[in-house]
């Protein structure tokens, strides 16, 4: 099974963290497009604009607003859901505001996920929690093999050692409490994720929609890094059949999880930059930014492995779709179209893609 399936969230009361962000948005459309019932718990979008609100996300949710890092409000949101699944997307994601704010990073990050881990305990309507992480929890050694599942846990910088501790945090839940029972729990690590909707800041994809539609040069830094892109809809594919996985397989899902694109589709910030604005056209053009940064790692990949043997699931969009898909997104944005249709328009035609990508490969 790699596409989701509408049967099995028809009705599902899930929960999900961070619904006001980016990927919580455009998981919060998905899931209420599969009929699911779903509880958004988030702080305020932290963008303007944002997904969140272009595409009134705030009308296909029950949405509460709260903070991660207060226990007690993640309880009360628990209490008012009553989830059966829940999926754990609420966190600082950002390497240079983790620079800027490292105990808040390791707050939200850290902590965060311990009170939700916490406020599951002793749910038995429960079967699926799926802990959103990044890649960047490993230890990077600048390897020019995939990462795996067993690699070193680790991190340089502040984002990066809380993602790290956040799945020791996960472990050591599953292992205590969770390992038998109704309840099950599996850890997921995916990054780069790019898609329309996304206007957080230090970010490719949104810097460069930000300056092409203003007409500015876009600044990069590190053209030359290598990040295994995928579209926000690959990756919540992968979540989507991990919670179904952990609900009909719990002794398989139960782990943690690579998500990510074939090893041979990682490519450049440059490679990213040069056709973005060359599908966006009318003169856009990036150019490298010669300041100093922070530490930032420059070579990166997931091997994925695990996940397309034990569960079955493939990358199934090609990096030059997803790319004019973003293109595409943005576009209707500046032509103030409807964008929860266009969200959910891109949602289905992927939907499509996959069904067709498994029936090839029963």
């Known amino acids: 099974m790699t596409a989701p399936d509408p049967g099995f969230w028809r009705g599902k009361r899930v929960l999900v963290t961070g619904h006001t962000g980016f990927k919580g948005s455009w998981l919060s459309l998905w899931l209420h497009r599969l009929g699911a019932r779903v509880t958004g718990f988030s702080l305020q979008p932290h963008t303007k604009p944002s997904l969140f609100s272009l595409a009134d996300v705030e009308s296909c949710v029950d949405s509460v607003i709260g903070d991660v890092r207060d226990r007690g409000a993640v309880r009360k949101a628990f209490d008012r859901c009553g989830p059966e699944v829940v999926f754990h997307l609420a966190g600082q994601a950002l390497v240079h505001q983790a620079y800027e704010q490292p105990v808040g990073t390791y707050e939200t990050n850290v902590m965060g996920t311990a009170n939700v881990l916490a406020a599951a305990r002793g749910r038995p309507s429960l079967r699926s929690m799926v802990m959103i992480t990044s890649d960047k929890c490993y230890r990077n050694r600048e390897w020019t093999r995939g990462y795996v599942e067993s690699d070193e846990l680790g991190g340089r910088d502040p984002y990066s050692a809380s993602k790290a501790a956040a799945e020791l945090v996960i472990r050591s839940f599953r292992e205590s409490w969770f390992r038998e029972g109704p309840t099950r729990v599996a850890s997921v690590r995916a990054g780069n994720v790019i898609g329309g909707g996304?206007?957080?800041?230090?970010?490719?994809?949104?810097?460069?929609?930000?300056?092409?539609?203003?007409?500015?040069?876009?600044?990069?830094?590190?053209?030359?890094?290598?990040?295994?892109?995928?579209?926000?809809?690959?990756?919540?594919?992968?979540?989507?059949?991990?919670?179904?996985?952990?609900?009909?397989?719990?002794?398989?899902?139960?782990?943690?999880?690579?998500?990510?694109?074939?090893?041979?589709?990682?490519?450049?910030?440059?490679?990213?930059?040069?056709?973005?604005?060359?599908?966006?056209?009318?003169?856009?053009?990036?150019?490298?930014?010669?300041?100093?940064?922070?530490?930032?790692?420059?070579?990166?990949?997931?091997?994925?492995?695990?996940?397309?043997?034990?569960?079955?699931?493939?990358?199934?969009?090609?990096?030059?779709?997803?790319?004019?898909?973003i293109v595409e997104w943005y576009r209707a944005y500046h032509e103030s179209r409807d964008l929860q249709q266009v969200t959910l328009d891109q949602i289905g035609d992927y939907e499509a893609i996959r069904r067709e990508f498994q029936a090839q490969v029963a």
């Open 198 to 325: 996304d206007w957080s800041r230090d970010r490719l994809i949104p810097d460069l929609m930000r300056s092409v539609g203003s007409g500015n040069v876009v600044r990069i830094r590190r053209p030359k890094a290598v990040r295994p892109w995928q579209h926000v809809l690959e990756a919540l594919s992968g979540y989507l059949l991990l919670a179904e996985s952990l609900w009909r397989e719990p002794d398989v899902a139960a782990s943690s999880w690579n998500i990510g694109p074939d090893l041979d589709q990682c490519r450049t910030v440059e490679w990213i930059a040069d056709r973005i604005t060359n599908e966006w056209g009318g003169g856009a053009r990036w150019e490298r930014d010669g300041e100093e940064f922070p530490h930032e790692d420059t070579f990166l990949r997931l091997d994925c492995t695990k996940i397309k043997g034990s569960l079955g699931w493939h990358p199934s969009l090609d990096l030059e779709t997803a790319l004019n898909w």
